[in-house]
């Protein structure tokens, strides 16, 4: 009889449990004796939000734990590209969400906003687990209150799961070790690092400083040679390791430095085969974080038009307090916004030698085989070795 039961067909409103998740909104003013229509708008609004973040968190674990994995084909490449479009769009709509809420007026919150007692957005477990997944440094948090974020959730397992949450290596961390195996950084014959300093230097005398040579006019010659030094210090800070060192200390970089140039080589030479993917996954990622900082204002002017600069219902400064969330601070891959302070024209960008183009390449020639040239095309794992190990996979370690 039980096996009969549970083999049962499930209808849509059992399968989506609909009986369960639409009693979930319970109006604090209805409970208090006199309902407010707009606090269901609200609950349902941020209950929405939450099962959003839980796919978020879905999307992001399955990507962690495929950077984690000792290998990575195209295959599962695809997969990584394809969740990570997901989150972005889930973010767009949460995002745009706060359209409807915005619907309601400063008045008609104020008609239920007392009942939300000390409830406060501050306190949704899903959001900080997300920032600590994604790789927000735990020293870059603003305090709440003048405390520990952490302070606010003490239960036994919301603790737990933040503590692993920090613990475990995040994605920002898996991102760095993968760009670290980039190919071309270390190879034999092409060591992409030493060709790229050529082509800066290269750049810069030939765009910058001969004109300032050449030039007759005083003010003219004063302003090439200013502008001259401020791009050969900025370019200095990613090419001397010490002074890129020197910025991490200071919390303004975050990617090693072998992983900058790792990041640095795949927007350089993006439109290569084997580059294509990479490149989509580093775009994905600055989407997401440019879609958190979007999620983050809105929130903020929201709040702003809602409540203005009264005390947030969790206790904080409210408007003030979510606004000193919207910096770089909060940002989890800066670095590879900064990517395009570095870029240089196509001209002078350093040419792939053959067997870094045949690296790079997912096609084969028959003549190149029987030639006896050493076929890497399927290797995407740097080497400064004379000799590579044919491999389908994607910087593999």
Same mark, same amino acid.
């Given at each position: ?27 604090? *003013? ?22 959003? @973040? ?20 195209? *295959?599962?490449?695809?997969?990584? &590209? ?9 973010? =767009? ?20 906003? +007392? ?37 606010? @959730? ?22 760095? =070790? ?15 690092? +030493?060709? @790229? ?13 001969? !004109? ?6 005083? =003010? ?27 910025? &991490? ?17 795949? *927007?350089?030479?993006?439109?290569? !085969? ?34 203005? #600069? =009264? ?21 989890? @891959? ?10 240089? !024209? ?8 053959? #067997? ?20 890497? #095309? ?20």
């Amino acid at each position: 009889m039980e096996e009969d039961k549970a083999a049962a067909p499930k209808n849509y409103q059992e399968y989506l449990m609909l009986q369960r998740l639409l009693k979930c909104q319970v109006l604090q *003013s209805a409970e208090a004796g006199k309902a407010v229509h707009d606090e269901h708008l609200f609950i349902i609004t941020h209950q929405a939000y939450e099962l959003w @973040f839980k796919q978020m968190l879905f999307e992001i674990d399955s990507v962690r734990d495929t950077f984690a994995s000792p290998s990575m084909n195209e *295959s599962r490449m695809l997969n990584v &590209i394809n969740r990570l479009q997901r989150v972005s769009l889930i973010l =767009k709509l949460l995002v745009d969400q706060f359209v409807i809420l915005e619907t309601m007026t400063p008045l008609d919150f104020l008609e239920f906003r +007392q009942h939300l007692s000390t409830a406060s957005g501050f306190q949704s477990l899903q959001f900080r687990l997300i920032e600590n997944k994604l790789g927000v440094k735990q020293e870059n948090r603003v305090k709440y209150n003048q405390q520990h974020y952490m302070k606010v @959730f003490s239960d036994e397992e919301s603790v737990k799961m933040l503590m692993e949450s920090v613990e475990q290596p995040s994605l920002l961390l898996l991102l760095e =070790k993968w760009l670290e195996r980039t190919p071309g950084l270390q190879r034999h014959d092409f060591r992409f690092w +030493q060709a @790229f300093e050529l082509a800066v230097g290269r750049w810069l005398d030939e765009t910058i400083y001969q !004109p300032y040579i050449e030039e007759t006019d005083p =003010k003219i010659k004063e302003t090439l040679m200013a502008e001259y030094q401020k791009q050969k210090d900025s370019f200095d800070t990613i090419l001397d390791p010490i002074k890129y060192n020197t910025f &991490i200390e200071r919390g303004e970089r975050r990617l090693s430095h072998k992983a900058f140039q790792g990041a640095l080589l795949i *927007s350089l030479y993006r439109d290569e !085969p084997r580059f294509h993917q990479p490149f989509q996954v580093l775009t994905l990622l600055m989407d997401i974080d440019s879609l958190m900082t979007k999620w983050r204002y809105n929130h903020v002017m929201m709040v702003q038009r809602m409540i203005g #600069s =009264k005390v947030g219902t969790g206790g904080s400064s409210g408007y003030h307090y979510l606004r000193s969330t919207i910096s770089d601070r909060y940002k989890v @891959f800066l670095d590879l916004f900064n990517l395009s302070t570095y870029v240089i !024209p196509r001209e002078y960008i350093p040419p792939l030698t053959m #067997s870094m183009k045949r690296t790079l390449s997912t096609l084969f020639t028959e003549a190149e085989s029987e030639s006896g040239i050493e076929d890497q #095309s399927s290797s995407l794992e740097s080497s400064d070795q004379s000799t590579e190990e044919a491999s389908n996979a994607m910087f593999t370690t």
